[in-house]
């Protein structure tokens, strides 16, 4: 007959599918040795009615010639595969079976059907490895059954006898796995390990996956090398070559529940456990260097590799290796060159590595060292975002007079930490303090450079103390020289602690919302305004007032979007969370700003993270009139001493008389050099809040510098004074001149 094995799941050609028996009423019968036909058994040893049916010695898949080259008894050997030797008739080989084994063959093809239908998940601890039966911690277990629950037939009731293994010549013990089962179970493997290897991220997970794959499937314990430090991409390493032990493992005191075993019980202290040294130096021309730079995985029986061993694991922990061919040392090459090696170990207890098995290492340690470089690079790149990111938000809000703040970002996803969205702080003269808060269109690192340039020129706009309408014109015109695809949007809103007004000017962005004192939170009202870069568009601007313990919110539409609601249901449902939120600290104190932008992302839900998200929170402390005065001081001579006077009546009545001699000084200097360029009235500012402020404005728009003065000179010396004795001091250019201010520490 053809030799086909055999199977009890699939009905064959011809067969009644409803028939329990299956495939086994179309088995052909060879001629017995007297040339009768034997009768042919099932599973369970049943007659097929049609056994006679058909010439003796055929079969449906005999090829044509098969009777004539099947010799006297009708019986032709099937060719074996590569590498596979032909058995002869007495013995039953990987591919064909005796017809007085006919029944432990059906047992034997359903137990491999069912092997064949295991779940291709990860082979758990404790599942059947590559080259054994189903283990438990490296143990061999009984005999194989099938998933038929007829058990596998040992030869004896049937006169048969189990095959040679093709890999030694020696017979099969009983219940052992067949060669060709083993190939399997070690493709299952290699399978299933490599998935788990892939399944990683970083660094961390790829060299735990490879290490929770092999033990104790593969091996009793493996010892995981990476070079100090990994090369990334194409980087040329320097320096010697260094290993360093980056993860150990051996058969867990607990087994991995993953696959839902429970926790075994704690194993004996293993010799295993003390092998590896920490670091090991790779010396040029060592036996080491051979064996990695030859990237196929050694027995560490071999002579190359017994001499590498003491140099990687140090000379006194090499004596804890298990004899034999029970260790094989896989180096792990990545693209580029060797980044490490891993070193596979089986205990005395368990079989041996096989030939084969060096082919599964491979598999393993190119899998892995793959997965490591790639790991070195993505984790390159998230670093190179989030210094980006980190670099293009303000690193720490400024402290403004009159006014207190609190900020969040959030990326949209792990995979994309760099976006387009920003928000920022800008100090103005005046105590003033601009908001500013935008979103480039798209989430990745070509909308981060261009946010970082929005945000530069904003910045730059700001410190020219233009009014909000003719900094977003020119940020318009800005992103049109960027290209003509560069969409963004911005809110910018200028807060005066003095006038407790705030200007608010929008390009396209969602509107801000304003919590008061009382808990009433409003969404105001501002003209939307065309997104910036269309070009061509005008931007209005609206004055509001901003009272004292009010809590303003300016926010990107990360926040209030996303594929499960619109942004005005969005805005909506932030206003009531703020109204939600400030009812919790009652109508007379608002609620922590921190706190509150906790709060606020809180409300994001599973689905709503499709962008990333900046919020900047502002609570409006303000000034109050009686810390303020404020006069006009005629250009001319008299000028200063006025000036004097009227700063040395405020500080009495404040009560910082001690601050009288200082501030005379400085005023007196500073106004002075106003006075002597100005055309128009001089303003002098006095505000009193955790420290004292000073400001004198003109309309000449070149700004001072220290410069140093000759010996010779009768002037010049006034800002050094000035930077000497003051706390701190600037120059801010305003559309209609300058400012000056200093600032002095109370008591």
């Not at 050609?13 to 007297?34: F, I, W």
């Not at 219940?175 to 083993?182: A, E, V």
């Not at 939600?580 to 606020?600: F, I, N, R, S």
């Not at 009235?681 to 700004?703: K, S, W, Y």
Request: with cysteine.
């Amino acid at each position: 007959m053809t030799e086909h094995p055999t199977s009890c799941d699939r009905p064959s050609t011809g067969a009644d599918p409803t028939d329990p028996r299956g495939a086994l009423l179309r088995t052909p019968v060879p001629p017995g040795p007297s040339g009768s036909a034997l009768p042919a058994q099932g599973c369970a040893g049943q007659t097929p009615p049609d056994a006679g049916a058909g010439s003796p010695g055929t079969s449906e898949h005999s090829q044509p010639g098969a009777e004539q080259a099947a010799g006297a008894d009708g019986h032709r050997p099937r060719p074996g595969s590569e590498g596979v030797p032909v058995q002869p008739d007495g013995a039953r080989s990987a591919t064909g079976v005796r017809s007085g084994d006919l029944p432990s063959a059906c047992a034997a093809a359903s137990g491999e059907a069912a092997a064949g239908a295991m779940d291709s998940g990860d082979l758990a601890p404790g599942d059947t490895g590559p080259g054994e039966a189903a283990s438990d911690g490296g143990r061999q277990a009984g005999p194989v059954r099938p998933a038929s629950g007829v058990p596998a037939d040992t030869g004896g009731r049937h006169g048969g006898t189990l095959g040679p293994d093709r890999r030694t010549g020696q017979p099969t013990a009983p219940g052992q796995p067949t060669p060709m089962r083993r190939d399997g179970d070690r493709l299952r493997f290699v399978g299933a390990a490599t998935r788990r290897i892939a399944r990683g991220m970083d660094l961390d997970e790829i060299v735990m996956g490879l290490c929770r794959a092999t033990v104790p499937t593969f091996a009793d314990a493996i010892l995981v090398y990476l070079r100090e430090p990994l090369p990334v991409g194409d980087e040329r390493p320097t320096g010697p070559l260094v290993l360093r032990l980056r993860r150990t493992d051996r058969i867990p005191a607990e087994r991995d529940t993953e696959g839902g075993f429970a926790p075994a019980a704690q194993p004996e202290p293993s010799e295993l456990e003390t092998v590896g040294a920490e670091l090991c130096e790779v010396r040029p021309g060592s036996a080491l260097a051979e064996v990695l730079r030859g990237v196929r995985p050694v027995f560490t029986d071999t002579p190359s590799a017994c001499a590498a061993l003491p140099e990687l694991l140090g000379e006194e922990r090499d004596f804890a290796l298990p004899e034999g061919r029970r260790a094989i040392l896989a180096p792990l090459r990545g693209r580029r060159r060797v980044i490490g090696a891993a070193l596979f170990l089986r205990g005395p207890e368990r079989v041996a590595f096989e030939a084969d098995d060096l082919l599964v290492a491979a598999q393993l340690a190119t899998h892995s060292a793959l997965g490591i470089d790639k790991a070195v690079l993505y984790g390159r790149e998230a670093y190179i975002a989030d210094e980006l990111q980190r670099t293009m938000l303000p690193e720490n809000l400024p402290r403004c007079t009159g006014v207190r703040l609190a900020s969040r970002y959030l990326p949209a996803a792990e995979t994309a930490r760099v976006g387009g969205d920003w928000y920022d702080a800008i100090p103005l003269p005046g105590s003033r303090v601009a908001l500013v808060v935008g979103d480039v269109m798209g989430h990745s690192m070509t909308s981060a450079a261009i946010m970082g340039q929005l945000r530069t020129t904003a910045q730059t706009l700001a410190g020219l103390d233009l009014p909000p309408q003719e900094v977003l014109h020119h940020l318009d015109e800005q992103a049109q020289r960027l290209g003509t695809d560069r969409m963004a949007t911005c809110l910018y809103a200028v807060y005066d602690p003095v006038a407790h007004r705030i200007t608010v000017a929008n390009a396209g962005h969602p509107p801000p919302v304003l919590l008061h004192l009382g808990g009433e939170a409003e969404v105001l009202r501002v003209p939307a305004g065309a997104p910036i870069g269309v070009g061509g568009v005008d931007f209005e601007a609206v004055e509001l007032d901003a009272p004292a313990g009010a809590t303003l919110l300016l926010y990107t539409d990360g926040l209030v979007e996303s594929r499960l609601r619109d942004v005005w249901t969005g805005i909506e449902q932030l206003r009531e969370r703020l109204a939600a939120t400030a009812q919790l600290t009652g109508p007379d104190h608002p609620p922590p700003l921190e706190a509150l932008c906790d709060e606020v992302l809180d409300m994001l839900g599973p689905g709503d993270r499709d962008d990333d998200i900046a919020l900047l929170a502002a609570r409006f402390d303000g000034i109050a009139p009686s810390d303020v005065s404020y006069w006009f001081l005629d250009p001319e001579d008299a000028a200063p001493g006025k000036a004097r006077r009227l700063a040395r009546r405020a500080l009495a009545r404040w009560g910082m008389e001690d601050l009288t001699d200082a501030v005379e000084l400085l005023v007196s200097e500073v106004v002075t050099n106003a006075v002597r360029y100005a055309s128009k009235p001089v303003t002098l500012r006095l505000l009193r809040t955790d420290v004292l402020r000073c400001e004198v404005g003109d309309d000449v728009p070149q700004l001072p510098r220290l410069r140093q003065a000759r010996a010779t000179d009768e002037g010049g010396r006034g800002l050094y004074l000035v930077n000497r004795l003051a706390r701190r001091w600037g120059a801010t250019r305003l559309s209609t001149g300058k400012v000056v201010w200093f600032e002095l520490n109370r008591g």
